[in-house]
């Protein structure tokens, strides 16, 4: 565990892009040859659309940094933080320090912008991609990416966490963002299984359903847990869902830049529009 944690500590940015890059090729290559669903669409082009909200989370991201890695650095010098208040041998404090982040990091605030009118207007973005596929994972408003990394400072201040586990969480975080959004098969029995302790890709893609209460079900990133614990785990058949959100469900309004960036910015669409709208 040692090993792990120094090398996360000092990771260069050049060998967390190799991951990352190798997991969204890996997946990207699956969802071509085992299809979910048989998406009539120009996947370049999409994934274009979609990288477009990669460049702008890198530049948030990028911006915060500094404060990220001070948290850190603050945690570790003063012991403070949840995970401090008794002496736990590293490999339990890696471990709730991963839990911890992916609970406030991922799925607490991902569960607040459901709920603020004000938040949600910036995660609609992510809602609206009506072919989910590995690339939906990158597609955040540069806005929500500042709700995100917010929410990310919070819980390592609450935590106490070191940089280490900070790089192993978001590493973890973004290798499962694309193993759940990928556009993949899996067999039935085997994604029931790792759904009872990890966010699988059948789970994932509930949320993604175009009408509530689906919607607002299945918010996890890495473990499904929080979504047992806190009552918004759901199941549904596959092949039942349409993605998308019944509100932005006209092509101009979720795949052109230009209108998806604006969205947060406009009243909340009052008229809902059936997949055939």
Known sequence: MDSIIHFFEQIPSSQRTIILVSGFTFF?????SLPLFAFKYN??????LNIFFTLTTLLVNLGFAFVIISAADYTSQHQSGLLYLLPLPLWLH???????????GAW??????????FMWRFHIIHHTDTK??????????PGESVFRAAFTILAIFVAGVPVGVVMLYQTLSALFAQLTH??????????????????SPHMHKIHHHYQLPLTDTNYGNIFSIW?????????AEPQSL????????REKEHSRLGSLLLIPFKSPEKNKVTPEG
Not at 108 to 117: G, K, M, S
Not at 228 to 235: D, K, M, N, S
């Open 28 to 32: 990207w290559i699956l969802e071509n």
């Open 43 to 48: 996947k370049w082009q999409h994934a274009l």
């Open 94 to 104: 890696v471990v709730l320090g991963v839990l911890l982040l992916d609970f406030i």
């Open 108 to 117: 607490l605030i991902h569960w607040v912008e459901h709920r603020v009118p």
């Open 132 to 141: 989910v596929d590995v690339t939906t994972a990158l597609r955040h408003h």
């Open 182 to 199: 990928a556009n993949m098969r899996v067999p039935r029995q085997l994604d029931k299984l790792l759904s009872y302790v990890l966010v």
């Open 227 to 235: 979504d047992r614990l806190f009552g918004t785990y759901a199941e």
């Open 242 to 249: 349409v993605y998308g959100l019944d509100t932005h469900m």
